[in-house]
């Protein structure tokens, strides 16, 4: 299983990102996928999830109406798209799959600062 996220960077308050995690190495199609992500100092959070099939989706109360994530099954491919960055959205985001034990990617840093 390999997990593998870009997309992060510096951005300013207000300002929008897309995250993006490849995925190889197991049946992508037939598993949720996550957005988790960890601020400094405090503990890793979810922040959201979307179904195998893309038609369900779970999102954290502060992100809700922000955040969208996505999936593209052809392309082994789960998104999540930022928008109204604030700077409490600052952290490390990682992409998260449960295949009987947590699988994580390396983690992609988004700041959010003037």
């Known amino acids: 299983v390999q997990l593998v996220e870009s997309g992060g960077g510096l951005v300013q308050p207000g300002g929008s990102l897309r995250l993006s995690c490849a995925a190889s190495?197991?049946?992508?199609?037939?598993?949720?996928m996550n957005w988790y992500r960890q601020a400094p100092g405090k503990e890793r959070e979810l922040v959201a999830t979307?179904?195998?099939?893309?038609?369900?989706?779970y999102y954290k109360d502060s992100v809700k109406g922000r955040f969208t994530i996505s999936r593209d099954n052809a392309k082994n491919t789960v998104y999540l798209q930022m928008n109204s960055l604030r700077p409490d959205d600052t952290g490390v985001y990682y992409c998260?799959?449960?295949?009987?034990?947590?699988?994580w990617g390396q983690g992609t840093q988004v700041t959010v600062s003037s």
């Open positions: 190495g197991f049946t992508f199609r037939g598993f949720d």
């Open positions: 979307i179904n195998s099939a893309g038609g369900s989706r």
């Open positions: 998260h799959v449960r295949i009987i034990l947590n699988r």
